[in-house]
């Protein structure tokens, strides 16, 4: 076999493993939005929601429904509560969350 046959077949092999470690690291936001709107006590729950930045605003019917701890392992750095509203920092990652939830909502 000819030598540069050997490189493109190896460049192919590269570049394919590549790809499925990509598509492996690649977080599934659709999934993350409907654990989330689940933390959140259901989608009949929630009021509205919106993002700023890096914090995803939600107003809620009932706070007591919501599992603050289940949303910090999801990805949280922090959680703030105040009346019937829920502040949670979620980074750089808040706006592909909110658009997903919109679609669920």
């Not at 030598?3 to 590269?14: D, E, N, S």
């Not at 933390?39 to 429904?65: P, Q, T």
Request: proline share 0%.
């Amino acid at each position: 076999m000819e030598t540069w046959l050997q490189y493109v077949i190896i460049g192919i092999a590269l570049v394919l493993i590549c790809l499925i470690v990509l598509k492996l690291s690649k977080r599934d936001f659709r999934i993350e939005a409907n654990k989330l709107i689940g933390y959140l006590g259901g989608k009949d729950n929630i009021v509205s929601a919106e993002c700023n930045m890096s914090r995803f605003k939600v107003i809620l019917k009932d706070v007591s429904l919501v599992n603050k701890e289940a949303i910090e392992k999801l990805g949280a750095k922090g959680i703030v509560e105040i009346d019937n509203q829920l502040k949670i920092i979620f980074g750089k990652d808040a706006h592909q969350l909110k658009r997903y939830i919109d679609d669920i909502i």
